[in-house]
Structures are given as structure tokens and as C-alpha cells.
């Protein structure tokens, strides 16, 4: 709890930086979101206070966190330094973190309260990161949005998520030979581990429509092969491509009309938002990768 009094303090102070870089641009709307995520991290914050004086806890004591930020951000006014896309993707980003950490939180608890809490607070991060990336993706000039595929049907989400999950294993396999090669092995084996789910849930699947636009572009270009690509462009592969994989499933969600057909989207969204998670985070342990 100190740690996540902690994130939900940073996150809402972070957001009040943003909401006033991006109304000095005149992006009211975006200021508007911005403002709106800063005032429900104070109510995450909040709620977690109640809770531990509900359940006779000492009071929280947060945890120093700060949020992943670029250089050029100033981090005492929020100099306007760069643009709302930018913005939106360092919101996105710790947001994400943000997520992983109630998901590992849920994973290892011993208590099935913690669990049960970390769970909900998980899926409220989960919706700023749906919201979040829907105003990225808008904030995209239109020759670097990616391909959009909204399914209509369960049928057609299995069949798309069948073609991008085969793809991404064949992405996978290839990063886990680059990265091997170089001499990390752990890294690797996650890589390989990534593979192998890629395929559980692809089914044994033989897709007829392509994965995603990372992978197609990959293969075509024969970057697939053995040899072709060094060990950290070969993560950077794996996670554009599980990047570009969230986004489909968020926008399948973002776009449903049918209860079972979100569902089953969100569900896939989580799984590949942790799929991400772990797959940046060989980036991020130069040890590792």
C-alpha cells in the first residue's frame, strides 16, 4: 500500500504537469483528460487511506516513485517542451507500469483480499492505458497509424488474434536466436517462453489474414531470418510488434457491440499488455539483454 499511495500520488501530480503543458498549447480537450486522470488518481489514493483505516492499518506512507520522464520535461513547472503526442505516450508508458505492478502484486499475494483488491486496481489501470492509447493512436498523423482491424464477432476477433499470435511467435523465435547469440541467455529463454504462449494461444491456428504490420513488414523484408538482426533491434521488433498487438485488442474492445465480444477483447488486452511489459523490461536490464 505505501508503494501504491506512492504511484497514485506521482501519477496525479505528473497528470496536473501535462494538463497544463497541453492547455498552454491549446489542446483543451486533452488538458480536460489530463485534468480528469489527475483527479481520479486522488481518488485512488483516497481509497486506499480508507482502506487501511477500515481494516485498522497504520496509515499509508508513500513510497518516493517517480514517473518515467524525458530529459527535456521540466520537472518542476512542466515546461512545454514537447508536443501531445508525447505527452500522451509518457502517460501511456507509466501507466503501464502502473498496471504491471498491481498484476504482479495479484500474482504473489498470500492473502486473498490483496489479491482480490490488486485484481480491481489492476483493471482501473488497465482502462486509463484503453483510454490513453485510443488518444494516442488519434494523435498519430495518418501515415504512421498503424492498420486498424476492428472484428465485428467472436469468430473474426479469434481468427485476427490467431494470425497476429503466429506472427508474434515467428517474431519471437527469431529475437530469442538474435539475443542468444549475443550471449543473454535469460533473455532468451523469456523470449522463447513468449514464443511458446504465442502459439498456445494462437491454438495451432492456420490464419488467413496477416498478423500485425511489424511482423508482415519483418518477414517481408527478411529480417526474420537467422542473422539478420542484432540483439537489441530484435527486442525492439518483439515489442513493436507487441505494442501494435495491445492496440488492435483495445480498439476490438474500444469498438464492440456485443458484451461477449468485449469481454473476450479485454481479456486478450491484458494478457498482451503483460506480454509487453515483460518484453520491455529486457530493454530495460541491459543484464538481460
Known amino acids: 500500500m505505501d508503494v501504491a499511495v506512492g504511484m ?10 501535462l ?23 486522488k481518488t485512488h489514493e483516497d481509497q486506499l487511506s480508507r482502506w487501511a483505516q477500515r481494516d485498522g492499518l497504520r496509515a499509508p506512507q508513500p513510497v518516493q516513485f517517480s514517473w518515467r ?9 512542466g515546461a512545454q517542451v514537447f508536443g501531445p503526442y508525447e505527452a500522451l505516450a509518457v502517460a501511456v508508458r507509466n501507466e503501464e507500469r502502473a498496471f504491471a505492478f498491481y498484476t504482479y502484486v495479484a500474482a504473489s499475494a498470500l492473502n486473498e483480499e490483496v489479491r482480490r483488491r490488486a485484481e480491481s486496481m489492476a483493471r ?10 485510443r488518444w494516442r493512436r488519434e ?10 482491424r476492428n472484428p465485428r464477432t467472436l469468430e ?17 523465435d527469431a529475437a530469442a536466436a538474435a539475443v542468444g547469440a549475443s550471449g543473454a541467455v535469460e533473455a532468451a529463454a523469456v523470449l522463447r517462453r513468449l514464443a511458446d504462449k504465442a502459439r498456445g494461444h494462437a491454438g495451432g491456428a492456420a ?26 533491434k530484435a527486442v525492439r521488433l518483439s515489442i513493436q510488434d507487441a505494442e501494435e498487438i495491445l492496440d488492435t485488442y483495445l ?26 511489459a515483460l518484453t520491455r523490461s529486457l530493454l530495460a536490464n541491459p543484464d538481460r539483454a
Open 19 to 41: 494538463a497544463a503543458m497541453v492547455a498552454r498549447q491549446g489542446k483543451t480537450e486533452l488538458a480536460t483528460l489530463f485534468g480528469r486522470l489527475a483527479e481520479l488518481e
Open 251 to 276: 480498439a476490438a474492445a474500444e469498438h464492440a457491440t456485443e458484451e461477449t465480444l468485449l469481454n473476450e477483447a479485454q481479456k486478450l488486452a491484458e494478457q498482451s499488455l503483460g506480454r509487453l
Open 139 to 148: 494523435a498519430f498523423h495518418a501515415s504512421r497509424q498503424p492498420r486498424r
Open 156 to 172: 473474426e476477433l479469434f481468427a485476427l488474434s490467431a494470425a497476429m499470435e503466429v506472427a508474434s511467435a515467428e517474431v519471437n
Open 69 to 77: 520522464m524525458p530529459e527535456t520535461f521540466d520537472q518542476a513547472e
Open 8 to 17: 497514485e500520488h506521482e501519477a496525479a501530480l505528473r497528470y496536473e504537469q
Open 207 to 232: 490464419p488467413n489474414v496477416p498478423g500485425s504490420d511489424a511482423a508482415e513488414g519483418a518477414r517481408a523484408a527478411g529480417l526474420l531470418r537467422p542473422g539478420s538482426l542484432t540483439a537489441e
Open 124 to 133: 482501473e489501470e488497465l482502462e486509463h492505458v484503453s483510454l490513453l492509447r
